[in-house]
């Protein structure tokens, strides 16, 4: 039997299963109170999961959804009459909501998947419900005690919005640790990394997505149900724009792809090297502590790596730049950047091939703090694919392992720092092998 203990994403749904289990126990046992005003949430959630698309960099799938149940968290008077449910009809409601649509979604794909004769696409969305579950399950426990309590009712206008406000604030900071975490399972990224990815999401779709939510629930305070609708308006505009954002960046990625098999066309390396090189610098970015901002500008950089070999007469034997004189290897890199500058692709992209030839010391020996590390990745990701096809076209008894052949030239051609998360990958990977072959 395995020992491994669950992770922070598997105890997710471990809760959020207890908290619809104990929502619906709830609901079976003292009823469902104010049910109308239950049944217009729960559509308007359900219809907000069908509406929601990926956004960009794996973010919340369906903020209106989510904007919708935190406003039922936050609900107080509703059009000047007092609300009666509690933190479990929430939860029962967000679950019911969220079912639904995602039932929708699936009952969709399935039938498109058949009227297309296709295998059908496979659902998502169902680490952001169990989150969605708990986050605002947490904001109800918040407040609905001390509006159940009257507390609020003593608060003066000014502080009940301070207080709704900080309530959200604390669940979109409570969905963004959680995310993280759930991040750290699905991509392998640090904590640290992910959970700066989701702090920055916040400023874009999240602050979007809680500040509507603060809003519905006061709008819905004095002018009733009817608000919900209109003010989400605004929200699925801002969706859309993500939307296309999504469009422009497949459509980004899909040119760097063509533009990185460009020297493979013309003979100048060999096949898949742009893509093994990007995929072991993806590797290296992420036990070095990347985050996905980081990890795809870092991916962009090393596919596109070599485009400065097309400016030279003759190719170089095996595409191996790693072999050629420091001055050459920096010509090549400096004239890979010209190229990919004109290709509109962010600054640091360009930046990051112009300097990956670059020393790590000076000539003081100090190190150079103005490196970038994606370009000392770069180089490392770059100088072990050549070694390791040169060693594989001509093998020689007793040569240098391509690692150890790097370390040769630790601290001054290769970072030493780079250089060991490279160990720490071929240790994992040797470990990994073992077990398959024992399996």
Not at 45 to 62: K, N, S, V
Request: with cysteine; aromatic share 4%.
């Amino acid at each position: 039997m395995s020992g491994r203990r669950p992770g922070a994403a598997e105890l997710l749904y471990v809760v959020a299963a207890g908290l619809g289990a104990a929502a619906v126990l709830h609901g079976s046992v003292d009823g469902v109170t104010q049910t109308g005003v239950a049944l217009a949430f729960t559509a308007l959630i359900a219809l907000g999961q069908c509406a929601g698309p990926a956004l960009p960099g794996d973010r919340e799938p369906a903020p209106v959804a989510t904007a919708v149940a935190l406003a039922y968290a936050l609900l107080g008077p509703l059009h000047g009459l007092p609300t009666t449910h509690g933190v479990l009809q929430v939860a029962a409601v967000t679950m019911a909501g969220t079912g639904l649509g995602l039932g929708a979604q699936l009952a969709g794909r399935s039938a498109l998947a058949a009227a297309r004769k296709r295998p059908r696409t496979p659902l998502g969305g169902l680490d952001a419900a169990a989150r969605r579950l708990v986050t605002v399950s947490f904001a109800a426990l918040l407040f609905q005690p001390l509006y159940n309590a009257g507390v609020t009712d003593r608060l003066p206008g000014p502080a009940y919005g301070a207080l709704l406000a900080g309530v959200a604030a604390l669940a979109a900071l409570g969905d963004a640790v959680l995310a993280a975490a759930q991040q750290c399972a699905r991509t392998g990224l640090r904590y640290a990394a992910a959970l700066d990815d989701q702090l920055h999401a916040l400023l874009g779709i999240g602050s979007a997505q809680v500040a509507t939510g603060l809003l519905l629930s006061l709008l819905a305070g004095e002018a009733g149900l009817w608000a919900l609708p209109v003010f989400c308006v605004p929200l699925l505009l801002a969706q859309a724009s993500f939307r296309r954002a999504v469009a422009v960046r497949a459509t980004t990625g899909q040119t760097i792809e063509t533009l990185a098999r460009a020297t493979e066309i013309a003979g100048y390396t060999t096949p898949g090297h742009a893509r093994r090189v990007a995929d072991t610098a993806c590797a290296l970015g992420r036990e070095l502590g990347l985050g996905s901002r980081e990890l795809t500008l870092l991916e962009y950089a090393a596919l596109m790596h070599d485009i400065g070999q097309l400016s030279l007469v003759e190719p170089v034997p095996g595409g191996a730049t790693a072999l050629l004189p420091d001055p050459e290897q920096q010509r090549i890199a400096r004239l890979g950047s010209e190229v990919i500058q004109r290709t509109g692709v962010p600054r640091q992209v360009w930046q990051q091939v112009a300097r990956l030839a670059d020393p790590c010391r000076l000539a003081d020996g100090r190190h150079d703090p103005t490196l970038p590390l994606a370009s000392r990745i770069i180089r490392v990701a770059n100088a072990h694919d050549d070694l390791r096809t040169a060693a594989a076209d001509r093998p020689r008894a007793g040569a240098l392992d391509p690692l150890e052949h790097l370390r040769l030239d630790a601290g001054r051609g290769y970072d030493p720092v780079v250089l060991d998360a490279l160990a720490r990958l071929g240790r994992r990977g040797h470990r990994a092998a073992r077990l398959r072959a024992a399996a």
